[in-house]
């Protein structure tokens, strides 16, 4: 994490783990690791193809992230 600007990915990423650490980790009890793991990656999914994002005008990040691919955008201008 060198270079110019690199902080703001660590918001980014600060902020993801936060919230799976309050919707998913803390609200449920994982028996096992395997468990967990299950756990954590329906989290992922539903974090990125269920749940809308204030900052991305209620849109979830796969709706935003396949609709400027498919426009051939830049996604600097969510970020």
Not at 22 to 27: F, I, K, N, S
Not at 37 to 47: A, D, I, L, M, S
Not at 65 to 75: A, E, G, I, V
Request: net charge neutral; charged share 30%.
């Amino acid at each position: 994490m060198d270079g110019r600007g690199r902080f703001y990915d660590n918001i980014f990423i600060e902020r993801l783990w936060r919230s799976m650490k309050y919707e998913e980790v803390y609200l449920y009890k994982h028996e096992t690791v395997a468990a967990l793991e299950k756990g954590v990656t329906r989290y992922v999914h539903f974090y990125n193809h269920e749940r809308p994002h204030q900052s991305l005008g209620d849109c979830t990040p796969a709706e935003v992230y396949f609709s400027l691919k498919m426009l051939d955008r830049p996604l600097d201008r969510w970020i």
